[in-house]
Nanobody
Framework: QVQLVESGGGLVQAGGSLRLSCAASGRTFSIYAMGWFRQAPGKEREFLETISWSGSSTYYADSVKGRFTISRDNAKNTVYLQMNSLKPEDTAVYYC?????????????????WGQGTQVTVSS
């Protein structure tokens, strides 16, 4: 079992930055690929980024490439999402998730564990 808790969300002006954190419990955190997703009101959940268990491989959605960066610290059981150049359309609830595989994956059905989400609001 892996429990995930996101933090770092909040209100920011367009063009600003935020760093989200996702703290994981469980001694096997390092074997899971991790991912970040988001869901805006009235929209489907959207894949953003994923990182392999070792941190050596990542994959990004086109919508955030060049602006968002995923990273992880297995010693701290934490995965991060650095978000720069934020836009109002980035407003959503952001979720981290742990996949039942070690390689980076964009498929939501590969993810077995989900956090409760953290709200990010970008004002214009």
């Amino acid at each position: 079992q892996v429990q995930l808790v996101e933090s770092g969300g909040g209100l920011v002006q367009a063009g600003g930055s935020l760093r989200l954190s996702c703290a994981a419990s469980g001694r096997t955190f390092s074997i899971y690929a991790m991912g970040w997703f988001r869901q805006a009101p009235g929209k489907e959940r959207e894949f953003l980024e994923t990182i392999s268990w070792s941190g050596s491989s990542t994959y990004y959605a086109d919508s955030v490439k060049g602006r968002f960066t995923i990273s992880r610290d297995n010693a701290k059981n934490t995965v991060y999402l650095q978000m720069n150049s934020l836009k109002p359309e980035d407003t959503a609830v952001y979720y981290c998730a742990a996949a039942g595989v070690s390689y980076p994956t964009a498929r939501s059905y590969d993810y077995d564990y989900w956090g409760q989400g953290t709200q990010v609001t970008v004002s214009s």
